[in-house]
């Protein structure tokens, strides 16, 4: 009787080792496939997006209505999206930290702050910083950054921001939505698109020129307004978008309607120097919605690889690619 139990014992331990395993093995090839799946979804949805950018009928001028931009119209109804959630934004709408001056990233800074953002460093300290990983000088303010090795080079990712000096880990989360790395580099002309950029970042540029406040807030104002109305043309509505032609100081005053006075013209012509309408770099963000993955995401920027790309209309690569966990982001300003 007590050999029967020891045996009875012994194949009770087998039996639970062998459905622990099974179990196990279970789990595992369950994780393995929706790792697959996830990947396939992503791939698809990076191509997705590039067919959408490129299937733009107007691609010289890139809006935040266009077809593409945000969630793709017609994409709710594709068999993917019941499988992940694609969103397309502009990069050009950002502030690019390697051809943006100094003096535009602390504006911006404290104009963040003023909307509630608890940025840590002091602004001018963070743009300062910047400008001396990149290797354009201190931008004549900011605590000396001497005795630091700095990289004397272009960002080539927000990461980088990590290794400046000052900067703190929630300054780079908080500043992480409104900077990028893509556009035309230290050695290219600073550019925002006009028709997508933050209104802070617009603020920030427009309170860098030397112009009278008066003439800074009303082509802010008058810009904000333009880009939110819509105009009628034979009973269908249409979006008010800024084109190529209005990036001249007097066609930009009269479409919005301003009056050309001196220091509005010299505001204007400062201001479109730093302003384009067409944009190259796109940011494709994907959220899983298959049971199972539904708290990973990835996110992938579309763009052309070299500088000399950027006049003509040639394929997207695949410039950047992230994908984990979900982290859900903090409140951020308006």
């Known amino acids: 009787m007590i050999v029967f139990l020891w045996v009875m014992a012994v194949l009770g331990v087998f039996a639970v080792s062998v459905a622990t395993r099974a179990r196990l093995a279970a789990k595992i090839e369950g994780t393995e496939n929706n790792r697959f799946q996830r990947s396939c979804d992503y791939l698809a949805a990076v191509n997705l997006a590039r067919q959408f950018i490129e299937a733009d009928e107007e691609p010289e001028v890139d809006f935040a209505r266009d077809s593409w931009y945000g969630v793709p119209q017609g994409f709710a109804k594709m068999d993917f999206g019941g499988r992940f959630r694609l969103t397309i934004t502009d990069e050009e709408s950002k502030l690019d930290i390697n051809s943006a001056p100094a003096e535009v990233l602390r504006k911006f800074f404290d104009l963040l702050r003023a909307k509630g953002e608890k940025l840590v460093t002091p602004s001018a300290d963070l743009a300062a910083a910047i400008a001396a990983w990149r290797g354009t ?75 009278g406040d008066f003439s800074k807030k009303m082509l802010l104002q008058k810009i904000l307004e333009f880009r939110s109305a819509k105009t009628t043309v034979q009973g269908n509505s249409f979006p008010q978008v800024f084109r190529s032609e209005d990036l001249e100081a007097s066609a930009l005053i009269t479409r919005l309607r301003l009056t050309p006075s001196v220091d509005m013209l010299a505001l204007a012509g400062a201001f479109v120097q730093s302003a384009t309408v067409d944009s190259h770099f796109f940011d494709v963000s994907v959220l899983s919605t298959l049971p199972g993955t539904e708290s990973y995401e990835m996110e992938a920027v579309l763009g052309p690889r070299s500088r000399s790309a950027l006049s003509g209309l040639v394929p997207l690569d695949i410039l950047s690619w992230h994908e984990g966990l979900l982290v859900l982001p903090a409140g951020r300003a308006s």
């Open 137 to 211: 000088g201190l931008g004549g303010f900011g605590r000396s950054t001497s005795g630091f090795k700095h990289k004397g080079a272009a960002f080539e990712s927000l990461e980088e921001l990590y290794l400046i000096q000052y900067i703190t880990p929630g300054d780079v989360e908080i500043l992480r939505p409104y900077l990028t790395v893509y556009g035309p580099g230290t050695a290219g002309p600073f550019r925002v698109n006009l028709n997508t950029a933050h209104p802070l970042i617009l603020e920030a540029i427009i309170a860098t020129h030397n112009s």
